[in-house]
């Protein structure tokens, strides 16, 4: 089965520090890869997403990910944290079978000023 | 403002209970889709369509629960004889399927509250 692992519940960091939101895949074959971020109260945005090509992706606010094949990787990164970075971020996967997103369960990250 | 739109933005609703959502996608997209969101998790897919032809329903989406975008358009999401545990965010998202893998746009959601 196809899913995705967000394993840090919450994320902690100072602002202008970088920040780290890991994601792991499991997928069959090729992956198509996503970042989404959620404000309170409201949908998701789209950041970024990895369908193939260069393994840095560049996104939205200044964010980035990583696609690492080996270490069946997705980390989204910011090289200096803003306070009004803190939200919810959601990794995801597209099924391959159809077309439909595969979401972890979520991390928070919280920038402290 | 062009993006996905969703009413109500709130329902609150008693067991047992029919209610019905709208979603209207960003006009050129010929794909849309639902999801269910409950606390502390991440979207859960429930259906969609391209055009006015649902393609996948999840096993998630019991018979109580009906999708239909008649005019490959707006899109309406309808629970029967709702239950305490259909309690949940409800996003809508659209995409415009060319090649590749297009990016969903989800809009606001709709939260149900059934009491």
């Known amino acids: 089965a196809q899913s995705v692992a967000q394993p840090e519940d919450q994320v902690n960091v100072a602002e202008g520090n970088p920040l780290t939101v890991k994601c792991t895949y499991s997928?069959?074959?090729?992956?198509?890869l996503f970042w989404y971020v959620q404000y309170p109260n409201r949908g998701l945005q789209f950041l970024l997403k990895?369908?193939?090509?260069?393994?840095l992706v560049k996104g939205s606010y200044g964010f980035e990910a990583e696609f690492n094949k080996s270490q069946t990787s997705f980390h989204l990164k910011k090289p200096s944290a803003l306070v009004s970075d803190s939200a919810l971020y959601f990794c995801?996967?597209?099924?391959?079978?159809?077309?439909?997103?595969?979401f972890g369960t979520g991390t928070r990250l919280q920038v402290f000023p | 403002d062009t993006g996905v739109s969703q009413d109500p933005r709130h329902k609150i609703t008693k067991r047992g209970q029919n209610v019905t959502f709208r979603c209207d996608p960003i006009?050129?997209?010929?794909?849309l889709y639902w999801y269910r969101q409950t606390l502390g998790q991440g979207p859960e897919f429930l259906t969609y369509?391209?055009?006015?032809?649902?393609?996948?329903k999840s096993r998630l989406l019991s018979d109580r629960f009906s999708a239909e975008r008649p005019k490959g358009s707006f899109s309406t999401l309808e629970i029967q004889r709702t239950e305490q545990g259909d309690s949940a965010m409800y996003l809508c998202?659209?995409?415009?399927?060319?090649?590749?893998?297009?990016?969903?746009?989800f809009g606001p959601g709709t939260r149900l509250t059934v009491t």
């Open positions: 998202a659209s995409s415009q399927r060319t090649s590749g893998s297009g990016e969903q746009y």
């Open positions: 997928v069959s074959g090729n992956p198509y």
């Open positions: 990895y369908i193939t090509g260069d393994n």
């Open positions: 995801a996967v597209r099924d391959i079978w159809a077309d439909k997103l595969i």
């Open positions: 006009s050129e997209h010929n794909r």
């Open positions: 369509f391209q055009n006015e032809a649902q393609l996948e």
